[in-house]
């Protein structure tokens, strides 16, 4: 009985580690030491042997049932193993294939805003992001808008439930907190998203994009405002334009200018994009006013200032001749696969 049992784990010794099937080992295994398997049965015919024998064989028995359940466990890991082997070396990754044209790309405001962030990270300005959405005081009064200016209707306001939160309406809700919370001189550009309750048409959009930059330091003049929007529209034509100010009205501003560029695409000679006058209006800028700075905590009489703000989507558009502001906002595959 004995031999027959040195047998039997020598056979299934020498069978478990050839199989390469995690079903048949269990099937083999069944065989074995399943309800009616081989070792099954031997130990089964134990209670027939006489007193010594079955203690002997009986030890023998349940060593071989440890030996062969320890063989079958280690086979189970080494096919899972190999599985996890084979497949890593099949399935193998091709980093060098090119990424599918189908793959997105950038949106041409960001893009455009990307460029225009390195341009003023270059001269020295600080980048923060403006808020969605602010607060009445904020976007209006801290900015020299008071409760009965007509300002406040010519920017459509959002009016949110509760009390005195808005949509901005305008980057310039940022120029208070600046002001308040940023240590001197100040160098800042403010990208955000501003929202007004406007019919939607190819050139009004109650959503947008408006950058707002604002410099405070000691001794800044026109000169320098004049500087850094050439310089920043310069870098976004690739090409040198030149700058014309004309009086302008904002509350928050005194002087206030508007700011118009020589037409990039004819170089000022007079072409359809700029309506043939060479130039085009672009944005409102000036000198911080007096009301502002009191109201930001900071002494008119020591510190000078400018600031600026301008519609990003409008000039996106200029650059890349895009005909409808609607465009932006249209998830269009076809219109966003061209930047
Ligand atoms: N906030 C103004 C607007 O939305 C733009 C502006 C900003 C004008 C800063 C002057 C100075 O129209």
Not at 110 to 119: A, L, N, P, R, S
Request: charged letters at 25%; proline letters at 4%; one cysteine or more.
């Amino acid at each position: 009985m004995i031999n027959q049992l040195n047998q039997l784990e020598q056979q299934a010794l020498s069978t478990i580690p050839n199989i390469e099937i995690e079903s048949s080992l269990i099937e083999y295994k069944n065989t074995l030491l399943g309800k009616s398997g081989e070792l099954t049965v031997i130990l089964k015919w134990l209670k027939d042997l006489s007193g010594e024998d079955r203690g002997i064989v009986g030890k023998r028995a349940n060593e071989i049932r440890d030996s062969l359940t320890l063989a079958f466990e280690n086979q189970k890991d080494s096919i899972k193993r190999s599985v996890i082997e084979s497949r890593m070396s099949n399935e193998k990754e091709d980093v060098t294939i090119p990424f599918s044209q189908n793959s997105g790309n950038i949106h041409p405001i960001t893009k455009v805003q990307q460029e225009i962030e390195d341009t003023f990270r270059r001269m020295g300005f600080d980048i923060f992001e403006s808020m969605q959405m602010t607060t009445e005081y904020l976007n209006f009064d801290a900015v020299n808008i008071p409760k009965t200016h007509p300002a406040r209707d010519m920017q459509d306001t959002f009016w949110l439930e509760g009390n005195g939160n808005v949509l901005a309406t305008q980057t310039s809700c940022m120029q208070n907190l600046i002001m308040k919370h940023e240590k001197l001189p100040i160098r800042a550009i403010i990208p955000g998203r501003v929202f007004r309750n406007e019919d939607v048409d190819a050139t009004h959009d109650n959503t947008f994009y408006q950058v707002e930059g604002i410099v405070i330091d000691k001794n800044i003049g026109m000169g320098h405002l004049k500087f850094t929007i050439k310089t920043m529209l310069s870098d976004v034509f690739g090409k040198e334009v030149s700058i014309r100010m004309r009086p302008g009205y904002f509350p928050f501003v005194e002087p206030g200018v508007e700011i118009d560029f020589s037409c990039p695409f004819c170089d000022g000679n007079g072409c359809k994009i700029c309506k043939g006058s060479g130039w085009i209006e672009f944005m409102g800028a000036g000198l911080i006013h007096p009301n502002v700075l009191k109201e930001g905590w900071l002494d008119p009489e020591v510190y000078s200032w400018f600031a600026f703000g301008f519609g990003l989507n409008r000039l996106v558009m200029i650059k890349y001749g895009i005909p409808d502001l609607r465009y932006f906002m249209n998830p269009d595959i076809r219109f966003l696969k061209q930047f």
